[in-house]
């Protein structure tokens, strides 16, 4: 099929990059993964050359700064994929925390490790990042449009004087896994697993708080 606009012929392509996400024609985000996987290969890659002269802290650093900023861009929406795409990028930070040990060799368990350096795993993050969104849909930061669009509608309140919260939110019904993995569903599914005490605090202490609780439960869902 041909598409025209303005007299000329759109060529159609598997993928597409835009604002560095790459979509792919199935939005399977394959594409994306690639080469979200040869940057994180990277960052792995100069952590390992430079563990044996810097320590820990200034290893973190680096890591934050070549891996984790490459993760957490457009999280929402390449997470989506199903997890057995995602596991060799999952492999892939494995490989960049292990350089963050002094000594290479100790035979310690990945969860560990993300535990004891406080950084969240690939399924964390994702579930971190979701969780903040759901924090301004909740507080009525974002514009109408973006919470008209997760057509999510509360179950549950909270009274306070001359105030009311929501606690929950309904969870639609997902008969596929696809729409299990979408944001309308992972959203609330999300936010109702959030201690309530958290939903009330000031924004950057529910990230903070989130973040903990996310690193001391991991894989909550």
């Not at 940057?39 to 070549?66: E, M, N, R």
């Not at 990945?110 to 964390?124: G, P």
């Amino acid at each position: 099929m041909n598409i025209f606009c303005s007299q000329q012929t759109i060529t159609q392509v598997d993928s597409v990059k835009y604002l560095g996400i790459l979509s792919d024609s199935s939005l399977k985000w394959t594409s994306h993964l690639e080469n979200l996987g040869k940057k994180v290969a990277g960052g792995a890659s100069v952590l390992f050359k430079l563990q044996p002269f810097a320590d820990v802290h200034l290893l973190t650093i680096v890591y934050f700064c070549l891996v984790y900023s490459h993760l957490i861009y457009g999280i929402l929406n390449w997470a989506t994929a199903n997890w057995s795409s995602i596991a060799d990028l999952a492999k892939l930070n494995n490989r960049a925390i292990r350089s963050l040990l002094v000594n290479r060799r100790e035979r310690i368990p990945h969860r560990d490790l993300f535990y004891s350096a406080r950084i969240l795993q690939i399924k964390d993050i994702y579930n971190y990042e979701l969780a903040k969104h759901m924090y301004k849909i909740y507080h009525n930061i974002f514009p109408d449009y973006i919470i008209n669009g997760f057509n999510i509608s509360a179950t549950a309140k909270i009274r306070v004087p001359r105030q009311t919260f929501k606690l929950t939110y309904k969870i639609p019904l997902a008969k596929t896994l696809n729409e299990q993995h979408h944001s309308s569903f992972r959203g609330p599914t999300i936010w109702n697993s959030i201690p309530n005490d958290f939903k009330l605090v000031t924004y950057f202490r529910f990230c903070r708080l989130q973040k903990n609780y996310l690193i001391d439960h991991p894989h909550i869902l």
